[in-house]
């Protein structure tokens, strides 16, 4: 087995032990290889792959709602031109009616839930695509 | 709310997580229910979640503001129209205010009432309500300590030391002070005084006298709504660290199986003599060949499966039957308890210094073979979140005897792969050789004993 095949093993029992000593950064090397750990700030997730990121893509941002309750829709036409902070529905929970916002400026897409039916808290209503 | 009719089945709301929400789920499904699953927004891919019928995000991941946020849960269950939640262990399952509320918007908790629960919650009323039931208790104050100092001196150099003061609304070791001394008394009653007003709402304390090396023993006992009570065997559950139980047994050994039948039916009278239904545990010190009653616990353990092992009931079906008004398909005379279980919690913990290590499960391999079972909620890939208690799974064997159990355990322990976070199964594998353990019968102080002698 060759230095970095032994080390991917024991990566498992090392990334333990650095979170266990609160140890960030680790650097490796021998003569056939080297490696570099750098874990997250929170157990979990994964680090970026590449240090630097790529140029974002134009991606579809989601409209949450706002709470748990029912999902009343605005009506508003397919491929409506929206303002971020527009209202775009309703989510009734209890007594209370919580206006659904736009997240960005663009064009909303179809709701993803239907009028009437039950939402959980911040689950996705709608996507909104970027103009241009 | 509609009642559920025959072609219309009851619809339950799981109210907890992790590996307990497995398990209400599969008790749902072999009952032909329909389960409703709620989350947190941390808890979106757990694993019931891809097995029950309906799941529904209540809230952040805190849960102060999910799982356990009263109101929220009960919206849930009118959302989704739920007539039964089951709230599991822990979060809400032992609050009374919820237990009201669910029975005042005309559902059915999958336990006691809330009278029951307030009953036996305050540590004080529940052991006047088992001195009435004849179920034994430590000697110690009927009532809360007096708050003239002086009078609470006097009440407890009757009582004798050594002694421990313990929270009236209190468990989990909080509001809790050893006084071994009358000399110490005062000074333990103050903070034992400020700690139960700051965890618990309710600074009153009590009194009684303190065992030394005593073994904790429990019996679980179901009760329907027809007022028919049956206990389905003793626990040992002495192997624990700071009040937090790490390793369950089944049957209790070195205990004359005559006087665990007596302590049984004792409990069994006191649910019918308090009306109590639903799945409990009456917990006991047990020393010099006595038993000493501490708490009832008005919900389902986290060790149920080591009895479920030993006596064939599945206790999580028996609880939504008792919730569903339908009596109990069993008598006293037809449990019978065979062989010996043993349940081993494996928390993602670091086995020494016992610091919480969530993280996520590279690659989880479960053991098996006969007398096996595990009851998680782990696989490949799952995060373990910092937000919620730590145990990730409970390993449960089954053998002929003890020392096959215990063989058995040790197998199973070996066998079992976690990679990624740090486990309490190393531990748990040392233990399953020790000498002690091997032996049985260890007190309550066994394992703290044991880790300061191996400097951990």
Redesign the interface.
Known sequence: MTFLEDLLNDL?EL??RM??HDVRHVSLKNGTGALALTLSE???Q?PPAHPIAPPAKAENTPVPSPE???FRSNDLDEKHPVRSGEIVGFVE??ALRLPVTATADGTLGPALIGDGC?V????VLFRIHPDG | MPEPSVSQPHRVLIANRGEIALRITRACRLLGLHSIGIHSEADASLAHLRLVDETLCIGPAAASGSYLDAARVLRAAELTNADIIHPGYGFLSENAGFAEAVEQSGRTLAGPTAAIMRLMGDKISAKQQMRRSGVPCLPGTEDALPTDLSEAQTICDAIGYPLIVKAAGGGGGRGMRVVMTAADLRDAIETAREEAGRAFGNPSVYAERFLQHPRHIEIQVLADRQGNAVWLGARDCSIQRRHQKLVEEAPAIGIDPQAIAELGERCANACTLMGYTGAGTFEFLYEDDAFSFIEMNTRLQVEHPVTEMTTGIDIVREQLLIAMGQPLSFTQADIRTQGHAIECRINAEDPESFRPAPGKVLSWRAPGGPGVRIDTHLYDGYVVPPNYDSLIAKLIVHGTDRTDALNRMHAALSEMQITGIATTTPLHLRLMTEPGVRDGGVSVHYLEALMRKSGS
């Open positions: 498992p990334v333990g979170r266990h929170n157990p979990g994964t748990m309750g029912v929970a209890g039950v959980g808290y911040h689950d």
